[in-house]
């Protein structure tokens, strides 16, 4: 059972922007802890996005922004491409006993 | 570059064990600690467990505490994940992924282990 809630579906035409949410409680990232973004392209294994909460890897185009928030955090996708059609994860670290690191239910974003 | 590499795809029988392993190249070994996530068709992901490669130490999800064990070879630069008891909702595709702070990066190319009668 994921801990941290995302939107399950977002859409946009080209070179629009989108934004993912991703939702936690006091535990994870109330309680300070990074927020980090995975990407999964269809049939393929996740990739890291964004890390410590706004900081893209060597590689990420960036069209590709994160912010948080108090308990929660977010993704932004600017001028949106075809390419960009895949599934985002959020996670985080949480200090509960039922788990120590914790991924977000996903968000499918279709280009139209 | 830093490259994980997993075993083949599995099926087994419920109640049977898996084990699939995760060889590790591109950087050294026992300086990260590893992590198996597991996806089921269609569904998000989970986090199972992590493993110091240094020392062996491991910490287990609540969920798979008495079912999963992990392991590692230095020697082989390999990381190992076993979960026993299968059952039908134990199909998924199974991932290694380095653990860089509180991240996952990168990741294996995963592993399929279907649970089938």
């Known amino acids: 059972q994921s801990v941290l809630t995302q939107p399950p579906s977002v859409s946009g035409a080209p070179g629009q922007r989108v934004t993912i949410s991703c939702t936690g409680s006091?535990?994870?990232?109330?309680?300070?802890?990074?927020v980090h973004w995975y990407q999964q392209l269809p049939g393929t294994a996740p990739k890291l996005l964004i890390y410590?909460?706004?900081n893209r890897p060597s590689g990420v185009p960036d069209r590709f922004s994160g912010s948080k928030s108090g308990t929660s955090a977010s993704l932004a996708i600017t001028g949106l491409q075809a390419e960009d059609e895949a599934d985002y994860y959020c996670?985080?670290?949480?200090?509960?006993?039922?788990?120590?690191?914790?991924f977000g239910t996903g968000t499918k974003v279709t280009v139209l | 570059q830093v490259q994980l590499v997993q075993s083949g795809a599995e099926v087994k029988k419920p109640g049977a064990s898996v084990k699939v392993s995760c060889k590790a190249s591109?950087?050294?070994?026992?300086?990260?600690?590893m992590h198996w996530v597991r996806q089921a068709p269609g569904q998000g992901l989970e986090w199972m467990g992590i493993?110091?490669?240094?020392?062996?130490?491991?910490s287990y999800a609540q969920k798979f505490q008495g079912r999963v064990t992990m392991t590692r070879d230095t020697s082989t630069s390999t990381v190992y994940m076993e979960l026993s008891s299968l059952r039908s909702e134990d199909t998924a595709v199974y991932y290694c992924?380095?653990?860089?702070?509180?991240?996952?990066?990168?990741w294996g190319q995963g592993t399929l282990v279907t649970v089938s009668s």
């Open positions: 992924a380095r653990g860089v702070v509180e991240r996952f990066d990168p």
């Open positions: 591109g950087y050294t070994f026992t300086s990260y600690y």
């Open positions: 493993i110091n490669p240094s020392g062996g130490s491991t």
């Open positions: 006091s535990s994870n990232i109330g309680a300070g802890y990074d």
């Open positions: 410590g909460n706004s």
């Open positions: 996670q985080s670290y949480d200090s509960s006993l039922s788990g120590y690191y914790v």
